[in-house]
């Protein structure tokens, strides 16, 4: 994994990991609670839901998520928590407003990487 960007859109909030190449494989659901990689301590947010992605691939040595807990308040993200990285895994989490529909799905590009990309409603529909 190289970055995360999140942006919002008319009907939904999506959040886009840039990886190196294809992901050997991934998870993203809705959790209890999140927590780091390594030390399995939770980690507290705000909002109403917590999504759990966990990537198998490790974090770029140049990528520096910076704060662990960024805050966008969008109309369904309510914040970005870096979890970590740990023997080949990426771990990362968004809080959101509530549990609501949600898809995921890879994009190939640029060049050899490509892009997990986690789109979540703003409503039930």
Known sequence: MTNIRTGR???????VLDLNGN??????????ELTGIGS???????GGAR???????????????GATVKTLN????RQQVWLGSFEGQTKVGMSTRARLPMRVFVLSGPDQGSRLVIDVAHYWY
């Open 74 to 77: 969008y109309q369904t993200f």
């Open 51 to 65: 999504l759990e992605i966990l990537l198998k691939a490790g974090a770029s040595p140049s990528y520096n998520p």
């Open 40 to 46: 399995g301590k939770e980690v507290s947010t705000t």
């Open 9 to 15: 859109h008319t009907c939904f909030d999506r959040m």
């Open 23 to 32: 992901p050997a494989g991934y998870s993203v659901k809705y959790v209890s």
